[in-house]
Nanobody, 127 residues
Framework: QVHLVESGGGLVQAGDSLRLSCAAT????????VGWFRQAPGEEREFVSAISRTSNTFYADSAKGRFTISRDNAKKMVYLQMDSLNHEDTAVYFC?????????????????????WGQGTQVTVSS
């Protein structure tokens, strides 16, 4: 079983930056692909970014050029650096993971790809 805990959310002003962290326990971290999703009030949960076990990265159009995903296998952590935040980035951010050593990572933007989820961290961006 893989357990995920997000941290790093908070209240910031438009144009500011935040760095979210996803800590994983259980499983074999180096074999995990990890994705970030977010859900704003009244909206559906949507894909933000993902990173494979070999550090290939994927971004939603809304995140390209502003967000950077990375991983540190020694610390068993995945990070989402968010720059130039705007009000539309306000949401609860979730990390999710799946072992891909055998299955591969062909649909990083699909929630159905992942079988472990964190409880989320709130990001609020004021105008």
């Amino acid at each position: 079983q893989v357990h995920l805990v997000e941290s790093g959310g908070g209240l910031v002003q438009a144009g500011d930056s935040l760095r979210l962290s996803c800590a994983a326990t259980g499983g074999t971290f180096s074999r995990l692909a990890v994705g970030w999703f977010r859900q704003a009030p009244g909206e559906e949960r949507e894909f933000v970014s993902a990173i494979s076990r070999t550090s290939n990265t994927f971004y939603a159009d809304s995140a390209k050029g502003r967000f950077t995903i990375s991983r540190d296998n020694a610390k068993k952590m995945v990070y989402l650096q968010m720059d130039s935040l705007n009000h539309e980035d306000t949401a609860v951010y979730f990390c999710a993971a799946v072992h891909t050593i055998i299955t591969g990572f062909t649909r990083p933007s699909s929630m159905d790809t992942y079988n472990s989820w964190g409880q989320g961290t709130q990001v609020t961006v004021s105008s």
